[in-house]
C-alpha cells in the first residue's frame, strides 16, 4: 500500500521560496507518477505540477514559471521547488501519486496529508 509524507512547508514572506518534498513507500506500480496539488479551503484543488517515470514534467500554464517539479529516483522522493511566492499562494499542498499506462497516460490513485503553506 502506497505511503506519502509529505514535508518543507512553513510560513514564508512574500517574494521568498520554499521547497516541499515527498517520500513515497510501498509502490503499487512498475511505472508511475507524481504530483503536487493544492487546496484552499472551500475550493476544489488544483494541480501545480506532475511528473512521469522518465521524468517529463507537466504544468498548467498558470503554474509555469515559479513552480518546479523534480525528483530523486534513489530516494522515491518528490520535490516542488516554489520561488517569488505570493499571498495567494497559501494553501495546503498534498502530494499524490499514480499509475502511468503504456500509452502515456496517467491516473491518480492516493493522495498525501498535505503540508501547509502560509504566505504573508
Known amino acids: 500500500h502506497v505511503q506519502l509524507v509529505e514535508s518543507g512547508g512553513g510560513s514564508v514572506e512574500a517574494g521568498g521560496s520554499l521547497t516541499l518534498s515527498c517520500v513515497a513507500s510501498g509502490f503499487d506500480y512498475n511505472s508511475y507518477c507524481m504530483g503536487w496539488f493544492r487546496q484552499v479551503p472551500g475550493e476544489d484543488r488544483e494541480g501545480i505540477a506532475a511528473?512521469?517515470?522518465?521524468?517529463?514534467?507537466i504544468y498548467p500554464s498558470s503554474m509555469k514559471g515559479r513552480f518546479t517539479i523534480s525528483k530523486d529516483n534513489t530516494k522515491n522522493t518528490v520535490y516542488l521547488q516554489m520561488n517569488s511566492l505570493k499571498t495567494e499562494d497559501t494553501a495546503m499542498y498534498y502530494c499524490?501519486?499514480?499509475?502511468?499506462?503504456?500509452?502515456?497516460?496517467?491516473?491518480?490513485?492516493?493522495w498525501g496529508q498535505g503540508t501547509q503553506v502560509t504566505v504573508s
Open positions: 499524490r501519486y499514480g499509475r502511468e499506462y503504456d500509452d502515456g497516460s496517467w491516473t491518480w490513485n492516493y
Open positions: 511528473i512521469g517515470s522518465d521524468g517529463n514534467t
